[in-house]
């Protein structure tokens, strides 16, 4: 079965700090998606990771890719409130039919 | 930019009407696709096409049917509605021959009283 684990599920930490959402999966894929939720709004894409080693930043957001270890992080730097959201890794399965696999999202709240 | 609109942001609908939610696509995309959002359930397909014409159920079908007769639209219908359909319907378009990168509409949130 194609599975997307990512942990924590629920996570509030203060401004300032630094944390790692993690994001694994049980199948072969070198293509791995980050989304980003607003409370009562769809997705936003954020990020695409399309090969191993791929790392991408933007802001204080940065996510790469181990494809050995299937395993996706997305690393919050100096974290800000506007940063609260729900964040969703997507894994690009080579035998999905066409779907994507997606986590169960991570619920970050940033307290002032 | 990819533009993916949804035809209502909020719908109420009684039980055993039937529902259509529209999803037009600005970007040539093959790829189009339906989830519902529940709390505690994440992101769940309902329905994928990736052609014209073309469709295949994703992990939740029953109780809801597509329709895809130009690339640009899918729609989804609820033949008769009932309450456990109340949800946040979000629709997506991808370009790639394979999967790829999705893009979501703003969602519409159904209430089936």
């Known amino acids: 079965e194609l599975k997307v684990e990512q942990n924590p599920l629920f996570l509030s930490m203060q401004e300032g700090k630094n944390y790692t959402i993690y994001c694994n999966y049980s199948?072969?894929?070198?293509?791995l998606y980050w989304y980003r939720q607003d409370p009562g709004k769809s997705l936003e894409s954020l990020f695409v990771?399309?090969?191993n080693g791929a790392v991408k930043q933007e802001g204080r957001l940065m996510a790469s890719l181990d494809t050995k270890a299937r395993l996706s992080t997305l690393h919050i730097t100096a974290a800000v409130h506007d940063l609260s959201a729900t964040y969703f890794c997507?894994?690009?399965?080579?035998?999905?039919?066409?779907?994507?696999?997606w986590g169960a999202g991570t619920k970050l709240i940033i307290k002032p | 930019d990819v533009k993916v609109t949804q035809s209502s942001r909020y719908l109420v609908k009684r039980t055993g009407e039937k529902v259509f939610l529209e999803c037009v696509q600005d970007?040539?995309?093959?790829?189009m696709f339906w989830y519902r959002q529940d709390p505690g359930l994440g992101l769940r397909l309902i329905y994928f096409?990736?052609?014209?014409?073309?469709?295949e159920k994703g992990d939740i079908p029953e109780g809801y049917s597509v329709s895809r007769e130009k690339k640009e639209r899918f729609s989804l219908i609820l033949e008769s509605a009932s309450t456990n359909q109340t949800s946040m319907y979000l629709c997506?378009?991808?370009?790639?021959?394979?999967?790829?990168?999705?893009?979501f509409g703003p969602g519409t949130r159904l209430t089936v009283t």
């Open positions: 990771l399309l090969s």
């Open positions: 997507a894994v690009d399965a080579l035998d999905s039919n066409y779907q994507l696999i």
């Open positions: 970007m040539d995309h093959e790829n």
């Open positions: 199948t072969t894929s070198d293509r």
């Open positions: 096409s990736y052609d014209v014409k073309m469709k």
């Open positions: 997506a378009s991808s370009f790639d021959v394979g999967v790829g990168e999705q893009y």
